[in-house]
C-alpha cells in the first residue's frame, strides 16, 4: 500500500512504487479529471500540482510525490486563484472539445500563482508544454489576461 | 478502378451511404444489413433528407418538459468542440420560447430509426439540423399554447408562449411550461405545414453572442465525461498490441513474462481483417489488467512475431517519387472544359509546379477508448463516437448478436477530426468485454497507438500547369492530383479519387478560365487512408492557391488583384457545369457557387488586414481563398521569417460566408482553431513509412502546433451574405486556405517558395544562406 495525499486527503492505494501519479489519479483513486494525453510529459493533459508546483503527472511516479500535496482540477475550485481562472476560461469562451483544458488550467493557475501579470511571453513560456488541438491558444492567453487584470483589481 | 461502381450515386451519398454503395457491388455485403433504403433511392434527396435515414423533428424524441419547468433537449450529434450540443438547444429553446437558464441537454445513443442521421461529420451537423430542430421548438410550442387554451377554455389565438409560460393575452393570466407539460404531451404534434416558425427579427437566442455552453462549466471544474471516463464497477483496462504494418498478422507470441506483471489478468489474441478492413480492428494481442499501467506495461513485455503483410515496403521517400512520376503523367480525365491543348498552343507563355503534402494524423488530444460490457446477448458501449449507428451495426456483426442488442452511448468527445468516425477501437472493446462476459472493459490506446494506426490523412502530388496570355491571365488550366483515396478502405481496387474527393476543390474550380483538363492519376493505398478535418480541400487549396500566387508574381501582379481578375464577373455557377456532381451532399440549385461572396471574403480579409500595406523585413502577407462545405473562406496571414528560420505568425484575418450565423461565437472559436490546425498541416505535419511503419511514435515526432506558433493576434470576420442563401458548414471551411496562406505569406516575406509540407526544416538555415548570396 502506498498513502497519497490527494486533494487535501490522505488515500492508501494498492498500487506498485513505479505507477505513474497520473493512473493512480484516474484509475485507482477515482479522480478523473486529469486526462492521459501522451504519457510522455509532451503534451501536458495531465497536469497536476505538486506541493504547488505544476507536473505533468504522466511521467511522475508515485514513489516521487510520498509526503507531497497532490492537488488535481477536481478539486481546484476550492482554490482561490483557480476558482478565477475557470471563471475566465468560461467568459472567454476558452474550450472547444475541453479535453487539454483541464492541464491548460492547472498550468494557468500555478503561473498566476507564481505570477499575477504575466506578458505574452511569459504565458508563452509557461503554455508552452500544453498542447491543445483545436486551437484555443489565444483565448487561453486572453484568459489568462483577464484573470491578472482582475487579481491586480482585487490588490488595488 | 471497378468499371461496375457508379461514381455519382456513391458520392451523392453519404459516408455511409457511399458505403451502401460499394455494397452493392459485392465488395462489402455486410453492407446490405444495415437496413436503410438501397443506395439509389436516394439519389434525388439532398442535405438532411438525403442522409441514411434522413432527418427527425417530432418533439416527443427530441425534448421534454419537467414538472418544475427543466426543458431536456436530445442532440443527436457527437460533441467533440464545435458546440453543437449548445448550438441545437438554442435552436429548440428560441422556437420554444423557453428560458435558456432552465435548459439541458442529454446525449442520444446511437439509433437512426429514432433520431434520424447521427454521423457527425461533413460540417453539416447545423446545416441538416436548423430547420429539423427549430420545427420541434415551435411544434411544442403550440403543444403548450393548446394545451393552456384548453386549460382557461379560451380560443387558442389569444394565447401566447414568451418565456416558459404561456400568456392569455386579453385578461392576462400566465401558466407556467412545468405545469402545462403534462397536458402538452398528451396533444398531437402539429403538422409541418401548420407550425408558425418565428421571424428572424424574433429571435431570442439564434445568431446572439454569448450563449452560457452547455458544457462549460463540466470543463473547467474537470468534471465532463469522456470516453475513458466513464467509470463501471469492477471494470478492466486493456491495451492491445497491434500490427504496424497495414495487413499485418500475428504469427506467434509469448505472453509469459506479461502475464508476470503485476495487474495483468489475461491475454486474447484479436483476429486480423482481410484487406481492405473497413472499420475493423487491425487485430494484434491485448492484454487485460487491473488498472491501465498494468496493461501499459504487460504489453511491453509481450513477444510477438509478426507476419507483415504485402505493405512492408511502404517507404515515404519512394512513394513521393511515385506519386510525383505519375502527376507528370496523362491520367484519367475528370473535367474537360475547352480545348486544352489548343489553349495551350496558342498561350504566350506558360508556368507549371509540383506539390506534395504528406499524411497526417488526426490526433485528438483524447487518444482513441472506448469501454464496454457484454452480458446475456446483450453489448452496451460508451465511447466518444463520431458514428454510433454504424458502431452499432459494426459490433453486431463482429459480435454474432441482433442489431437490437447493442447499445452505443456517445460520450463528449476529447477532439475527433474525422479520426473517431471509425470505430475500431470501439470493436475492439466489444470483442474484448464479450470474452470477459459480464465484466466492463476500457480498451486505452496510447498516443503513440494513435500515431501508428490512425486512419491518415491522404499523401497526395499535385501538378499544374497554366498557358497564360500578354497578360499573364491563364487561358489554359491543366491541373492533376494524385493520392490514394479513401475509398480504398472499402473495397480493392480502388486507385482513383471518389467523386466527394474530388469535389473537395478539385472539379470545382471556379475561375474563369477558357480551358481546363483536370486528372486523377492512379494511386495505390499502403496503409488506412481516412478523413481528416477538411479532407482533400487540404492538398487541392493547397495546390491551387499556390499555383495562383505564383502565377500573378509571374505577371508582377499583385495577388489580390490578380486572384479578383481570376474570379471574373460575379455569377453562380452551377456545380454540375464544373463536373462537381457532389456538392457536399447539397443540392445545386439551393447551393450554386457565388462568385460574389468568394470575391466578399477575399476584400474583407484583405481590408482587415492592410493589404498592400509596407511591412519591415522579413515581414509577409499571404492570402488564399477557398469554397469548401458550401462556404467561402479568406485568409490572410503576416508572416515573419527569422533569420535562423524560425516562423512567427503575428495576425491572421480569416473572413467567413457561412451563409446565416447560428450561434456566432461557437463559429470565430471554429475558425480561431482551424487556423491553428491549418498551421499544424503546414508547418509542423507529417506522418512518414519505412518498412510499411509509420516513423513517428509521439509529439516530440509528430509534432502540433503549441502556442508560440499560433498567430499572435487572430480576428474572424463573420460576413453576412445578401439575400436568402441557406446555411453552410463552419467545422471544416476554416483548415485548407491556412496552408497556402502561409506560403504565399513565406514567399513574400523571402521570396523562397515552398511547393511541399511541412515547410518546418525547409525553412531552417536557408533564411540566413539567402542573404550571404
Redesign the interface.
Known sequence: MITLNLNGQDHSLDITADMPLLWALRDVAGYRGTKFGCGMGLCGACTVHIDGRPARSCITPVSAVVGQAVATIDNLHHDPVGQRVQQAWLETGVAQCGYCQAGQIMSATALLKSNPAPDDQQIEAAMVGNLCRCGTYNRIKSAIHLVASKLQETQA | MSTSLNDFALSNLSRRGFLKGVGATGALVLAASWGWQGAFADEQKFGGEGMPHGVVDDPKVYLSIQADGSVTVVCNRS?????IRTSLAMVVADELEADWAQVKVTQAPGDELRFGNQDTDGSRSMRHWFEPMRRCGAAARSMLEQAAATEWQVPVAECRAQLHKVIHQPSGRELGYGVLAVAAAALPVPARESLRLKQPGEFRYIGKE?MR?I???D??????I?G??V?LDGML?ATIARPRVYGGTVKSFDASATLKV??VLKVLEIASSPLPSEFQPLGGIAVIAR???AA?QGREALEIVWEEGANASYDSIDYRRTLEAAARAPGKVVRSTGDLQQAMDAASSSLEAGYYLPHLAQ?????MVAVARCKDGHCEVWAPSQAPQVTRTRIAERLGIDFENVTVNVT??????GRKSKPDFIIEAAILAKAMEGQPVQV?W???DDIHCSYFHTVSAEYLKAGLNADGMPTAWLHRTVAPSITSLFAPGMTHQGAFELGMGFTNLPYAIGAVRLENPEAVAHTRVGWYRSVSNIPHCFAVQSFIDELAHAAGKDPLQYQLALLGPDRQIDPRSLSDQWNYGESPERYPIDTARLRGVMQTAAKAAGWGRELPKGRGLGLAVHYSFVSYVAVVLEVEVKDNGSLIIHQADVAVDCGPQINP??IR??F??????GL?NAVLGEISFKEGKVQQS???MYQ?????L?????TVHLVTPAGDVPLGGVGEPGVPPIAPALCNAIFAATGQRLRSLPVAYQLQGWPAKQAQS
Open positions: 460533441e467533440m468542440g464545435q458546440g454569448a455552453a458544457d462549460g462549466q470543463i473547467v471544474t474537470g468534471q465532463a469522456y475513458a471516463d467509470q483496462y503485476a495487474g488498472n491501465t499501467w501499459i490526433s485528438p488530444m483524447e487518444p463528449l468527445l476529447g477532439g475527433g477530426f486505452q496510447t498516443r503513440e461565437e461557437r472559436s471554429q480561431e482553431g482551424a487556423c491553428v490546425m499544424s509521439n509529439f516530440h502540433i502546433a503549441a502556442m508560440p499560433a498567430p499572435k493576434k487572430v
